[in-house]
């Protein structure tokens, strides 16, 4: 089996040592992923939609795409920050539903409010 490893240069990526995402086995697996760039929204809307935007690029690199995704966890420090994002994850995954479950832990650093994971099949 051919596997794939497709790195987004960011910085967690080599202090951890993971990549943001595989390709093996006909499916891609994104690692957990939160708001992207130097400036991260404070909003748990904008963070969502950052790290959705990451995800899609690391779905496109792999040769899949959102409508791909089979599988999605979203993780929250707090669970009430959940509802707010409904309407954006309505509108990218709406039309093609993934089995999906939301945990509420720490992350990483307290800035951020989301980190969702994923996994596509390739078509």
């Excluded at 595989?22 to 929204?41: E, K, M, N, Y």
């Excluded at 939609?49 to 979203?74: C, F, H, N, P, W």
Aim: with cysteine.
């Amino acid at each position: 089996m051919t596997i794939r490893r497709i790195s987004s240069g960011g910085i967690f990526e080599k202090k951890l040592g993971y990549c943001r995402a595989v390709v093996a086995g006909g499916f891609v697996h994104v690692a957990g992923t939160t708001a992207q760039g130097q400036d991260i929204p404070e909003d748990v809307v904008g963070q969502c939609a950052s790290a959705l935007g990451a995800i899609k690029g690391a779905l496109e690199q792999a040769g899949a795409s959102m409508a791909d995704v089979v599988r999605v966890t979203y993780i929250l420090p707090d669970r009430h920050d959940f509802e707010p994002c409904w309407p954006l994850l309505a509108e990218t995954f709406g039309d093609n539903p993934p089995a999906a479950t939301m945990i509420e832990c720490g992350l990483l650093d307290p800035k951020y409010r989301i980190e969702i994971e994923v996994t596509a099949v390739l078509p």
